[in-house]
């Protein structure tokens, strides 16, 4: 029987992955554990959560980032393990999640810590956004002009948080975004995020209402691109964001979607990608 270790945060959760994903893979035969992020400790030269040993873990799946202060610790005992046991390789947490992944297929884009080099940048072309590099559900994301107002948001945003991306608005996100769900090279779902009447972020955090939705030509043609450049980064199950011809961003440590896919169309996705990762590492 092949096993898989879930390294889960306390909480609270954004998403039901947490339980979805572990009854998937207990239902397709396979044994499961599942431990708490800060579980993570190294005894002589055995990594172990709790008392598993993740050096006999046929696969290890880490479910968000944990405790932020603890994070780079922890990632430099699991570099430790085969990177092949992981459904997601550990470097993709840090270089693949988030908002500067696969830079080709973003809008044009800028990032730093001078709020005069980033404003430099702007000009009335367009609106542009400003945003967070680390921040999640639309935390932080503000619509601004090449003004006064603009660059002021620029520096608030510098000052809270010391890094910041400036981003030219992409006109067709004014009708929402695509979340594209990518399990092992492949998109296995999607759904429409239509942003609120009085918000043009298209988080469901802030108020965005979810809608079944069917790629179109160009939609599956980008997102099938990023999904191939994910499983050749060792990257099984992620979530991209779209709206056709740009990506908006990656989430690989956490995607939801799944509870949302089958709230709109009943189907769980997820016995799917317990199958398609384990056809991924030729396990059984």
Same mark, same amino acid.
């Given at each position: 029987?092949?096993?898989?270790?879930?390294?889960?945060?306390?909480?609270?959760?954004?998403?039901d992955n947490h339980l979805r994903l572990?009854?998937?893979?207990?239902?397709?035969? &396979?044994?499961?554990?599942?431990?708490?992020?800060?579980?993570?400790?190294?005894?002589?030269?055995?990594?172990?959560?709790?008392?598993?040993?993740?050096?006999?873990?046929?696969?290890? &799946?880490?479910?968000?980032?944990?405790?932020?202060?603890?994070?780079?610790?922890r990632v430099q005992l699991l570099r430790?393990?085969?990177?092949?046991?992981?459904?997601?390789?550990?470097?993709?947490?840090?270089?693949?999640?988030?908002?500067?992944?696969?830079?080709?297929?973003?809008?044009?884009?800028?990032?730093?810590?001078?709020?005069?080099?980033?404003?430099?940048?702007?000009?009335?072309?367009?609106? &542009?956004?400003?945003?967070?590099?680390?921040?999640?559900?639309?935390?932080?994301?503000?619509?601004?002009?090449?003004?006064?107002?603009?660059?002021?948001?620029?520096?608030?945003?510098?000052?809270?948080?010391?890094?910041?991306?400036?981003?030219?608005?992409?006109?067709?996100?004014?009708?929402?975004?695509?979340?594209?769900?990518?399990?092992?090279?492949?998109?296995?779902?999607?759904?429409?995020?239509?942003?609120?009447?009085?918000?043009?972020?298209?988080?469901?955090?802030?108020?965005?209402?979810?809608?079944?939705?069917?790629?179109?030509?160009?939609?599956?043609?980008?997102?099938?691109?990023?999904?191939?450049?994910?499983?050749?980064?060792?990257?099984?199950?992620?979530?991209?964001?779209?709206?056709?011809?740009?990506?908006?961003?990656?989430?690989?440590?956490?995607?939801?979607?799944?509870?949302?896919?089958?709230?709109?169309?009943?189907?769980?996705?997820?016995?799917?990608?317990?199958?398609?990762?384990?056809?991924?590492?030729?396990?059984?």
């Open positions: 029987m092949p096993n898989i270790l879930f390294l889960i945060g306390a909480g609270p959760h954004r998403n572990p009854k998937a893979f207990a239902d397709e035969g &396979w044994q499961v554990a599942l431990a708490d992020h800060g579980d993570l400790h190294l005894e002589r030269d055995a990594v172990k959560a709790a008392a598993t040993n993740l050096g006999e873990c046929d696969l290890i &799946w880490l479910l968000g980032f944990g405790e932020r202060r603890s994070f780079l610790d430790r393990i085969d990177q092949g046991r992981f459904v997601n390789a550990i470097d993709a947490y840090t270089y693949l999640h988030g908002k500067l992944a696969f830079l080709e297929h973003l809008p044009e884009t800028h990032a730093g810590s001078d709020a005069a080099r980033l404003i430099e940048r702007l000009d009335d072309r367009s609106d &542009w956004i400003v945003k967070p590099s680390g921040a999640s559900f639309g935390q932080g994301v503000a619509r601004i002009r090449n003004n006064a107002d603009g660059h002021a948001k620029v520096r608030r945003t510098l000052r809270k948080l010391g890094f910041a991306i400036v981003q030219r608005y992409v006109e067709s996100a004014a009708h929402g975004e695509t979340r594209c769900l990518v399990a092992a090279g492949q998109v296995i779902g999607c759904y429409r995020r239509l942003p609120g009447t009085n918000d043009y972020r298209a988080n469901l955090a802030t108020g965005a209402a979810a809608a079944p939705h069917v790629l179109s030509a160009g939609e599956q043609t980008l997102a099938q691109a990023i999904a191939t450049q994910l499983r050749d980064a060792s990257i099984g199950f992620a979530a991209v964001d779209i709206a056709h011809p740009h990506l908006i961003e990656t989430n690989v440590a956490n995607p939801g979607g799944l509870g949302t896919i089958e709230a709109l169309s009943g189907e769980d996705l997820a016995p799917g990608v317990a199958r398609a990762i384990r056809e991924r590492h030729c396990i059984g």
